[in-house]
């Protein structure tokens, strides 16, 4: 079975452009989040897709993020303009319903976009 | 969500059991553990999740005491491989399950 894929890798973008990131979760995971490392600091929490919905937002930093999970698959993150604070590495991780997990839910992560904004 | 405190940092040889504790004064009734691997330039790796007593996997034991304050993950017969950063994560399955990271502890693994 196919893990969680990230596209893009890398990317180098300077000051005041876009990028959309993409995740692919697990097939048939209903919970999708995005959480954020930057440079020396603890991975942090972005936000939650339930199917298509946000459960969690609270973690998003601005309104230059937008978080979007059309028809509950995949989902993009897009940073509209990106800033220097912007860089660092970008997580997405999917976990199946509850109710088939058992009560316990385990998240499982892809291998991050590192964005770099110069 | 319950914070958790960890060692930052351990050394070890190649062939010796690791012992990792976590410390998770503030854990809930419906809180979880779970632990989480993670080497240079890729995602978090899950290894093992547990609610109270033991649990084993063909990775690892999480050993987690009646008080659920706290819990150890066991690494087995460590090998050079296993050198990383390891998070051990508290989470419930209600509405909020983000998961709170802290710094993890840098498992250094040595020939």
């Known amino acids: 079975e196919a893990g969680v894929t990230q596209f893009p890798s890398h990317s180098v973008i300077e000051k005041g452009q876009t990028v959309t990131l993409r995740c692919d979760p697990i097939?048939?995971?209903?919970?999708l989040y995005w959480y954020r490392r930057v440079m020396g600091k603890e991975i942090k929490f972005l936000l939650h897709?339930?199917?298509?919905?946000?459960?969690?937002e609270s973690g998003m930093p601005n309104n230059r993020f937008l978080a979007e999970r059309t028809g509950g698959t995949y989902s993009t993150l897009k940073v509209q303009p990106a800033e220097l604070e912007d860089s660092g590495v970008y997580f997405c991780a999917s976990s199946q319903d509850l109710r088939l997990a058992g009560g316990q839910e385990t998240q499982y992560f892809g291998p991050g976009t590192r964005l770099l904004v110069l | 969500l319950a914070k958790t405190t960890q060692p930052i940092s351990m050394d070890s040889y190649e062939g010796q059991e690791v012992n990792i504790t976590c410390s998770h004064n503030n854990i809930a009734t419906n809180d979880y553990i779970t632990w989480y691997q993670q080497f240079p330039s890729q995602g978090p790796r899950f290894i093992i999740q547990g609610y109270k007593t033991k649990v084993t996997n063909e990775v690892a034991s999480l050993f987690i005491p009646a008080d659920r304050k706290s819990s150890t993950l066991s690494l087995p017969r460590v090998s050079l491989s296993d050198t990383a950063v390891y998070y051990c994560l508290v989470g419930n399955a209600g509405n909020n399950r983000k998961l709170i990271w802290g710094l993890g502890t840098s498992l250094a693994v040595n020939p």
């Open positions: 897709f339930v199917k298509e919905s946000k459960q969690d």
């Open positions: 097939s048939g995971h209903d919970n």
